[in-house]
């Protein structure tokens, strides 16, 4: 696996730009975001050598039955990843006010017009207010057509193809969420994010197998359509997008800004060996 480390303070500019203020199919104002490569960036929140992110109320929305994106947020379990997505936070405001007479050209002319802009930034980071000091969360979008489930069987190190369903309250694993761009509203403005791939932990004890059982558990396998026998069918994994932007190491927390930030951000470029084997269910 080759790695290229790219310094977050001389490099955020190449990695994120901003396109003109346009609108969506909703007749919306929106602003997307790519990098160098004119994608839409992807950052891996979390890898495999530090505790896994979690989906604390799994994918959820006001209505189940409503088609499209729903809701997914992910808690994060370390000082390193919550420092990150501050950053971005931060670098998401200066973009805001370098762009102020665009986006917010009424803000732009009042006196405290940049402050207002500052507050009716919706963060990224969504911290606990209930005093039982849960860990903050990142909010994301996500939906059946977007999101790649795949589950890991840490001790076998083997993959199988997930669904979009074995995502539930408390699953652990490695999320990667594309920066879509910037959506406003009345009095409030955000960015985008959705949840496109989730590496998840292959689950233990009864929710995995439920039933007791003395000596080795079964083995799931495929029944083919039309076979006589049961079949494991299995081939070799295709490894994750080529690019992938992997969250810094620790930065100070009293870093207020994108140029206060003297971590590195790990660019990713997955050689095309196979790391694990894959099975279908």
Known sequence: MAKIYYDFEDKINEMLKVTPLG???KNGNVAYVHDSSGRNPEIQICDNTETRCATPFGISSFDEAQ?????MEISLRSDRQVNFLRSIDEWNVKIAIANKDTWFPKLAQLENGEQQIKDQYHRLLIFDTSGKNYPPRLHTKTSSEELTVEIHDEENNTLMEG???????????????????????????GMSIVTRNFLLKKSEGKNNFPYVWSGQVPTMV????????????SDSYDPL????????????????SPASVSSSILLAAISS????????K
Request: positive net charge.
């Open 222 to 233: 495929k029944i083919e359509a039309n076979e006589p026998q049961a079949t494991i069918v």
């Open 23 to 25: 609108k969506n199919t």
């Open 273 to 280: 060996e196979p790391v694990a084997k894959k099975q279908k």
């Open 163 to 189: 669904k979009f369903e074995d995502i539930v309250k408390g699953s652990e694993g490695i999320p990667i969420v594309r920066l879509v761009g910037y959506w406003f509203q009345p009095r409030q403005w």
């Open 241 to 256: 997008p080529t690019t992938v932007y992997v969250a810094p190491p620790i930065v100070s927390s009293s870093s207020t």
């Open 67 to 71: 088609p499209g994106r729903k809701n």
